[in-house]
C-alpha cells in the first residue's frame, strides 16, 4: 500500500511538471495585437496617393493613429476630424466610421478602412454628398502611411 501511495505521488509530480513544462510564456502575438502594435507611432498623410474629393488642393493634416482610428488636425480636419475602426481577430480594420466636420456635408454610404499586409498603409475610402452648395464633396480616398 505505501509503494501504491509513493508510486501515485511520483506519478502526479511527473504530471503537474510536464503540464508546467508545456505552459509557454513566449507565446506568438496574434494578428490583432500584430496590427494594434503597428498602429502606434507616426503616420502621416500621404497627399500624392489621396483623393480629396472636390477640393481645388490638397490639404494639410497632422494624424494621430491609435487601435481604435485617426485623429486628423490641419487643413483637413475642416472636412473629416476623424475616423474610427476597430482591428479584428484576423488583423484587418473593421466598422470603419468618419466623423465629419461640417454640417453641410454628409457621408453616403459605407467608410471602409484597410490596412497593408506590411502594416505600414492605411487607406480609408468614403464619399460625401452635399447638403448645401459646398466644398468637400465627392468620393475622399484617405492614404496615411507610416513614418515610424
Known amino acids: 500500500m505505501k509503494n501504491l501511495r509513493i508510486l501515485s505521488l511520483a ?11 508545456c505552459k509557454s510564456d513566449d507565446a506568438e502575438p496574434t494578428d490583432q ?4 502594435e503597428a ?3 507616426t503616420w502621416t498623410l500621404n497627399t500624392s496617393s ?12 497632422t ?8 485623429s486628423i488636425t490641419g487643413g483637413l480636419a475642416a472636412y ?3 475616423i474610427s475602426f476597430t482591428v479584428s481577430e484576423t488583423g484587418s480594420l473593421s466598422g470603419a466610421n468618419a466623423v465629419i466636420a461640417s454640417s453641410e456635408i454628409e457621408i453616403t454610404g459605407d467608410v471602409t478602412a484597410t490596412i497593408n499586409d506590411s ?11 452635399p447638403t448645401a452648395r459646398v466644398a468637400g ?5 484617405l492614404v496615411f502611411d507610416k513614418a515610424s
Not at 494624424?63 to 485617426?70: K, L, P, Q, R
Open 11 to 21: 506519478f502526479m509530480m511527473v504530471a503537474i511538471l510536464g503540464v508546467i513544462a
Open 39 to 41: 498602429l502606434s507611432g
Open 63 to 70: 494624424v494621430t493613429v491609435s487601435a481604435t482610428g485617426i
Open 137 to 141: 464633396t465627392g468620393t475622399f480616398k
Open 33 to 36: 495585437e500584430l496590427t494594434e
Open 50 to 61: 489621396s483623393e480629396f474629393a472636390n477640393l481645388v488642393e490638397s490639404p494639410d493634416a
Open 80 to 82: 473629416v476630424s476623424s
Open 119 to 129: 502594416l505600414d498603409m492605411i487607406t480609408v475610402s468614403f464619399a460625401t454628398s
